[in-house]
């Protein structure tokens, strides 16, 4: 049986990622209330060390780590954000690192992991099994895998953001978050409950990628193929063993959004706020939008969780 991570791990890492991780501003946007009729609050993680919330729980996995482990190195797999926040901790943290990637990640954030020390290794998302070439790895070299999201030290870290918003925003009526693998839904989870408890918490991933979607409603998680879907962050094939039992346990429900939703919340975020953001960031914003007749006169929260964006890619998905 597992044991599953608490909010208690929430505070911990929270100490750990002090004077490490940037405590992201809240922003608000006067267009988005009117829109929403609503008082929205977006916690943006875009503006995070390394571009997204992934740098939380990579360091705080990492910084418990024993002398052997930090000798010996980390190894992960990742499209990209918890590729570089592997590799940016690991760095910080005086540790080598290897980062499995797929051939078809975006340009940016291969070259970023690099640039953050880490040993790249590609692979063919569509025909090679990530999960196996880690293991296989970490058994050769005598690596430690931390995986992208269904660990419980990753999952501690990411709940520090949601629990910053709280803080800084105080309750919220509901809360709205990415979904690929569940950390930072499940680790948001963690922070919702115990401290906005009536809060109503939503997971939202890609249209054509809904395995958590499927999995929250038929209670138990569903496997499904690599979904071809602009949200390269939320290309997951199927939830955690940690992150489902959490997100079963603790979240209201979960919802989609297209790719054509994500580029209008992009263009919004570019045009009106001044912010980069990647596709899979804007999902949580694209799902409230949707919602507003639900949402008028409540406060509402919104994490974007990263901004690691191609700039040649993100123009093009603008100019369309």
């Known amino acids: 049986m597992l044991t599953l991570p608490t909010y208690e791990d929430v505070v911990s890492a929270a100490g750990r990622l002090e004077g490490h991780a940037h405590r992201t501003p809240v922003m608000r946007s006067r267009t988005i209330d009117k829109e929403l009729d609503a008082e929205v609050f977006f916690k943006c993680e875009n503006l995070q060390r390394m571009g997204a919330f992934k740098f939380r729980g990579a360091f705080n996995a990492l910084s418990k780590f024993d002398e052997r482990q930090r000798r010996a190195g980390v190894v992960t797999f990742s499209s990209g954000n918890h590729a570089q926040a592997i590799a940016l901790s690991a760095s910080l943290l005086g540790m080598a690192s290897t980062i499995i990637m797929p051939n078809d990640a975006p340009a940016a954030k291969v070259a970023a992991t690099r640039g ?14 990530r999960e196996q070439i880690g293991r296989d790895l970490a058994e050769k070299q005598g690596l430690t ?16 953001a949601a ?85 079963l346990r603790d979240v209201n429900d979960i919802l989609t959004a297209t790719d054509m939703e994500l580029i209008d919340c992009m263009r919004f975020f570019a045009t009106r706020m001044k912010l980069i953001v990647e596709p ?6 694209a799902a409230a939008r949707k919602m507003k007749l639900q949402l008028q006169g409540q406060r509402i929260g919104v994490i974007i969780s990263g901004g690691n964006v191609d700039l040649n890619r993100f123009c093009a998905l603008l100019a369309n």
């Open 116 to 129: 953050y020390g880490g040993k790249v290794i590609l692979y063919d998302r569509f025909t090679e099994d």
């Open 163 to 247: 629990r910053e918003l709280f803080e800084d925003a105080g309750e919220l009526d509901a809360l709205f978050v990415c979904l690929g693998g569940g950390g930072l839904l499940s680790g948001t989870a963690l922070a919702t409950r115990a401290l906005a408890p009536r809060c109503r918490l939503y997971g939202v991933e890609p249209e054509a990628g809904n395995d958590g979607q499927q999995s929250f409603r038929s209670g138990s998680i569903v496997h499904i193929d690599t979904p071809k879907t602009i949200a390269d962050g939320a290309q997951t094939q199927h939830l955690g063993a940690y992150t489902f039992e959490i997100i």
């Open 280 to 285: 899979t960031g804007c999902l949580g914003f």
């Open 145 to 160: 895998l931390i995986p992208p999201y269904d660990h419980p030290d990753v999952i501690a870290g990411q709940g520090t």
